[in-house]
C-alpha cells in the first residue's frame, strides 16, 4: 500500500514530517536546488551512462561554434542527430535552438539535450556598464541584478549558459580585458563574483528566468607577462592563492555550474592541461562538482605551448589534467578512442567527465524542459524596468576623479554648452568589449544625454575635433570655435569599443590618437572645460588631471550611459563610485597596485637609495578606492571592540561617517589591514570589508565590520593557510591612502 498518511498517528508521524521540513529546506538553501534529488540525477546518469556509446560519450565533451550569425551549422545537425554533440556556442534565438533542440529530442538515440551557450557578459540585449565599471559601484547588488536580467533576457532566446562572469585578477591596465573583470582586487572581485554568480542562477539555474553561469578564466590568465594577451604568466603559489583564485572559490561556493579553463600557461604549464588548479585545488579542496569547459581551442593550442606533440596529445593531457569539454578544437573525439586503446586515458576518466556535462544538464532541467517559448521573446528584451536598471547601475558606476572649484554639477540652464570629442556622439563604444547582442540603435550616446537634460533654452552644440585612432587634427577649428562661442565645454575622449577586451592589449596608456592634442586646444580657450572619459581600462591622462578642472570616469556605461552621464552632469545624480584598479601616471610604472609587499627601502623622497622612480613619483596618479562626490563626508571615530583577539577570534571595528556637504550622496567606506610581523612578507594594505552608505546631508551612521579568520591568515611557506600572532594594522577610510588607523593584536 502506498504510505498516505492517514492511518499513523500524529505522535508517531511527527519525525517523518520534521524529516521531510528539513529535507525540504535543505533543498532550498542549496546554491541551487533542483527538480530532481541528487540521487535521482546520479541514477538517471548512470542508466545513461551505461546506453552510451564511445562516440556518443565523446561527442558529450564536444562543443562547436555557430554561425557568425547565430545560426547553426548544418553540421551540426548531424552531429546532433548521431548523438555526436553536447553543446554549441554562439546559436541563439528561440526559433534556432528549438529547432535544433528537436533534432536531439526526437531523432537522436538517447534524446541528450544540447546545451546552448554565449558570452552573456554584461547584458545580452539590454547592455549594462562593462564590468570594470560596475564594480566601480561597490555595490554587488548592483551586480546581481544586472546580471539576473542578463540571464531573463539570454534565456528568452533559447540560452541556457553564460561564459561568465569573468573573475579574473587585473592588476595590469595594458591587458585589454582588465574591462570585464572586477579589477585588481581579490576581496572586491571575491563579492562581484558571487553577486554575479547568483544574479545569472539564482537559486535554481533551471528556472525560466536563470541560466548557468561559468567562473573564468581559470586560472592568472590576468597575470599575462606584460599584459600581452594569452602570455604566459609566472607566479609564486602564494600570489596565485592569495590574489588570482579566492574569486573562483566565490564563484564556487555560490554555486556556479562550470568554470572555463584559461589560455595561459601558470609557471610552465598551459592552464587548460593544469592537473594543480584544475584536479587538486578546484576537485579536492573545494569540491566542485560541476564541469570545466576548455577556452576556444585551447586544447589544442597545447601543441604551440610545447607540452603536446600534436593533438593526440593534447587530448591526452587536457582531459587527465580535468578539462571536461572541448570548446571548438576537436580533439578529444578525434583521437580519444586510439588512447582509450593506447591506455593514455581511461574509461573512468571519460565517463567522469561525461557525467559531469550529464548532471549540469539535469540540474537545468534541460531533459524535462528543453524547449524555449518562442512567444515570449519579443517581449522579454530591453524591457522597461531593465533600461531603468540600466540607467540606475551606469549612474552608481561613474567615478568622478576631479572637481575643482565645483565646477560639477552644471546648471540644466547654463546658456550654451559645446559637446566636443569623438566619443560625444558614438553609441558603440558604450557598449564596450562583449557587448552580447546589445545594438547601437538602443543605446543613448553622451550627445542625446545630454540634449535630453537640459532645458530648452539651453544651446547645445557639437564638434567632434577628431577621431579616437587617426592623425588628423582637421576638426580641432570648429572645435575650438564651438567651444569659445559657448558657455562651458564637455570633452568626450577614451577608448572605441574593440581597443579594450579579448586581444587588445596597449603598450600605452595614453589618450589615442590626437585626442590629448584636443582638449588642450580646448582648455587653451579659457572656457569651462570638464573632460569625461569613455574607456574600459585606466588611462594615465597626466595632462589632463593637471590642468582641467573637473573629470569623471563614465567607463563603458552600456545602453543607457548617455543619461547616466547627463544625470551626473547635471546633479540629478551624485557621483558615488570608487576605482576598483589603481591608475598609473605613466605606463612605465605597471604593475602599480595597492596591495603590493613591502620592500626592505620603501621609498622615501629625500632619500635617493630607496624603491622609486627616478622620472616620476612612485604614487599613482589614482589610487585603488578613490572617487569624489558632489558632497563631503567624514569617517571618524575609528573604534576596535578589543585591543587583542585569539585566533580564531572575532574583532568588530567601527567608524562613523557623516555627510557634512549640502547634497545626498554615497560615500565607500573601505577596511583594509595589515599584518605588520609575519613569517612572510605580507602586503602593506589588504581590502577586508567595504560599504556604500547613502546619507542625507548632516546624518551621520556608524559602520561596522566584523574581522576574522578569514581577513586575517595568508598562505605560508608551507602552503598552509594560517593567521599567525603579532600585531595588526585596521586602516578605515574613503580611499585606499586617506585613512584612520588603529591597531590589535592576535594572540
Ligand atoms: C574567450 C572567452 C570566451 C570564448 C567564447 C574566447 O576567445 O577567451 O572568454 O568565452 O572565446 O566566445
Known amino acids: 500500500m502506498p504510505f498516505v498518511g492517514k492511518n499513523i498517528s500524529m505522535k508517531s508521524r511527527l519525525p517523518t514530517v520534521l524529516l521531510v521540513a528539513v529535507l525540504s529546506v535543505l533543498l532550498l538553501v542549496t546554491p541551487t536546488s533542483h527538480s530532481q534529488g541528487p540521487r535521482d540525477v546520479e541514477q538517471r546518469i548512470n542508466a545513461l551512462l551505461a546506453q552510451m556509446t564511445l562516440e556518443e560519450k565523446l561527442g558529450q565533451l564536444q562543443q562547436l561554434d555557430g554561425e557568425g550569425n547565430g545560426s547553426f551549422r548544418p553540421e551540426h545537425v548531424e552531429l546532433v542527430r548521431k548523438g555526436l554533440l553536447g553543446s554549441t556556442l554562439n546559436v541563439r534565438g528561440a526559433q534556432r535552438t528549438n529547432q535544433l533542440q528537436r533534432v536531439a529530442m526526437n531523432e537522436s538515440r538517447l534524446k541528450i539535450p544540447v546545451l546552448f551557450g554565449f558570452d552573456t557578459i554584461h547584458g545580452y540585449r539590454t547592455i549594462f556598464p562593462i564590468p570594470l565599471g560596475e564594480a566601480s559601484s561597490w555595490d554587488p547588488s548592483l551586480a546581481e541584478r544586472s546580471a539576473a536580467v542578463a540571464a531573463q533576457e539570454a534565456n528568452n532566446v533559447g540560452l541556457r549558459w553564460t561564459f561568465a562572469p569573468m573573475v579574473d585578477i587585473a592588476r595590469d591596465p595594458r591587458w585589454g580585458r582588465i574591462t570585464e573583470g572586477a579589477g585588481e582586487d581579490p576581496f572586491l572581485g571575491a563579492a562581484f563574483a558571487r553577486a554575479r554568480v547568483r544574479g545569472f542562477q539564482g537559486n535554481d539555474y533551471g528556472a525560466a528566468d536563470k541560466i548557468l553561469a561559468c567562473a573564468k578564466h581559470f586560472a592568472a590568465y590576468g597575470a599575462a607577462e606584460g599584459g600581452r594577451d594569452y602570455n604566459t604568466t609566472d607566479l609564486s603559489e602564494n600570489t596565485l592563492r592569495e590574489i588570482y583564485l579566492p574569486p573562483f572559490k566565490a564563484a564556487v561556493e555560490a554555486g556556479v555550474g562550470t ?91 571519460i565517463d567522469e567527465a561525461v557525467r559531469r556535462i550529464l548532471r549540469i544538464k539535469f540540474r537545468l532541467g534541460l531533459f524535462d524542459r528543453p524547449y524555449t517559448d518562442e512567444a515570449r521573446e519579443p517581449t522579454s528584451l530591453l524591457r522597461p524596468d531593465s533600461i531603468r536598471l540600466a540607467r540606475e547601475i551606469a549612474g552608481r558606476s561613474m567615478v568622478l576623479l576631479k572637481n575643482d572649484r565645483e565646477t560639477l554639477p552644471l546648471n540644466k540652464n547654463v546658456g550654451s554648452i559645446a559637446v566636443i570629442g569623438p566619443l560625444a556622439d558614438d553609441r558603440r563604444a558604450p557598449l564596450g568589449w562583449w557587448a552580447g547582442d546589445g545594438k547601437e540603435e538602443n543605446t543613448i550616446a553622451p550627445l542625446a544625454g545630454i540634449k535630453a537634460k537640459v532645458t530648452p533654452q539651453t544651446k547645445v552644440g557639437y564638434a567632434k575635433g577628431c577621431d579616437v585612432v587617426g592623425d588628423s587634427t582637421a576638426g580641432f577649428q570648429e572645435a575650438v570655435a564651438l567651444a569659445k562661442t559657448s558657455d562651458v565645454a564637455i570633452v568626450f575622449v577614451g577608448e572605441i569599443h574593440d581597443m579594450v577586451g579579448e586581444a587588445a592589449s596597449r603598450a600605452t596608456l595614453d589618450l589615442p590618437g590626437r585626442q590629448m592634442e584636443l582638449v588642450q586646444a580646448i582648455h587653451a580657450t579659457g572656457k569651462p572645460t570638464v573632460v569625461v572619459l569613455v574607456n574600459g581600462r585606466p588611462l594615465s591622462v597626466r595632462w589632463i588631471v593637471n590642468n582641467v578642472p573637473a573629470i569623471f570616469e563614465s567607463w563603458m556605461g552600456g545602453t543607457q550611459s548617455g543619461h547616466a552621464i547627463a544625470d551626473i552632469l547635471f546633479g540629478d545624480v551624485n557621483p558615488g563610485g570608487k576605482l576598483p584598479v589603481t591608475v598609473p601616471r605613466a605606463v612605465g610604472q605597471v604593475p602599480i597596485y595597492y596591495n603590493h609587499m613591502n620592500t626592505g627601502r620603501p621609498p622615501e623622497a629625500q632619500n635617493r637609495y630607496t624603491s622609486k622612480y627616478y622620472d616620476l613619483p612612485w604614487t599613482p596618479l589614482f589610487p585603488f578606492g578613490y572617487g569624489l562626490s558632489y558632497t563631503r563626508f567624514k569617517i571618524s571615530n575609528l573604534q576596535l571592540s578589543a585591543p587583542r583577539i585569539g585566533a580564531g577570534g572575532k574583532l568588530t571595528v567601527t567608524v562613523e561617517v557623516e ?6 550622496g554615497d560615500e565607500v567606506v573601505q577596511l583594509y589591514i595589515r599584518d605588520l610581523v609575519a613569517t612572510m612578507t605580507r602586503p602593506v594594505k589588504e581590502l577586508k570589508g567595504f560599504q556604500r552608505v547613502s546619507l542625507q546631508p548632516g546624518e551621520k551612521r556608524r559602520v561596522e565590520f566584523v574581522l576574522g579568520s578569514e581577513h586575517l591568515g595568508f598562505w605560508n611557506r608551507e602552503m598552509r593557510y594560517v593567521v599567525e600572532p603579532g600585531e595588526f594594522s585596521v586602516m578605515v577610510g574613503a580611499n585606499s591612502v586617506d585613512v584612520l588607523e588603529a591597531k590589535f593584536n592576535v594572540n
Open 659 to 664: 555627510n557634512t556637504g549640502r547634497r545626498a
Open 259 to 349: 568554470l572555463m579553463s584559461s589560455f595561459n600557461a601558470i609557471n610552465g604549464v598551459p592552464a587548460s592541461a593544469n592537473a594543480f588548479t584544475l584536479t587538486k585545488v578546484l576537485r579536492d579542496e573545494w569540491k566542485f562538482d560541476g564541469f570545466v569547459v576548455s577556452d576556444y581551442t585551447s586544447v589544442r593550442e597545447l601543441i604551440n605551448h610545447g607540452i603536446a606533440a600534436n593533438e593526440e596529445e593534447a587530448a591526452a593531457a587536457a582531459l587527465n589534467a580535468g578539462v571536461d569539454m572541448e570548446m571548438v578544437s576537436r580533439s578529444y573525439n578525434q583521437f580519444g578512442p586510439q588512447l582509450l586503446k593506447q591506455n593514455k586515458l581511461s574509461n573512468a576518466t
